[in-house]
């Protein structure tokens, strides 16, 4: 298991927004749990649900936290 915390400044809707991210990698289940917050704001709670060809993913997110993982094959 390892654990990447990170912090750093992006472009969000062409404004210099801060970006905050906790990884909880899984080896074992080959899976990555993460937490992001920044400064962008969605005034809904939204439910995204993305299948690639090689692992999924869910993750939820409201005002400026989103919470998922991903999972690879």
Same mark, same amino acid.
């Given at each position: 298991?390892?654990?990447?915390?990170?912090?750093?400044?992006k472009? &969000?809707?062409? $404004?210099?927004?801060?970006d905050?991210?906790?990884?909880i990698? @899984?080896?074992? %289940?080959?899976?990555?749990?993460?937490i992001?917050?920044?400064?962008? &704001?969605?005034? $809904?709670p939204?439910?995204?649900?993305?299948?690639?060809?090689? @692992?999924?993913? %869910?993750?939820?997110?409201?005002?400026?936290?989103?919470?998922?993982?991903?999972?690879?094959?």
């Amino acid at each position: 298991m390892k654990i990447e915390p990170s912090i750093k400044k992006k472009m &969000i809707n062409g $404004k210099e927004r801060l970006d905050f991210m906790l990884q909880i990698i @899984s080896f074992k %289940k080959r899976t990555v749990y993460f937490i992001q917050a920044d400064t962008n &704001i969605w005034w $809904k709670p939204k439910k995204i649900v993305k299948k690639f060809d090689d @692992s999924h993913g %869910k993750s939820i997110g409201w005002l400026f936290v989103q919470i998922g993982y991903l999972t690879f094959n």
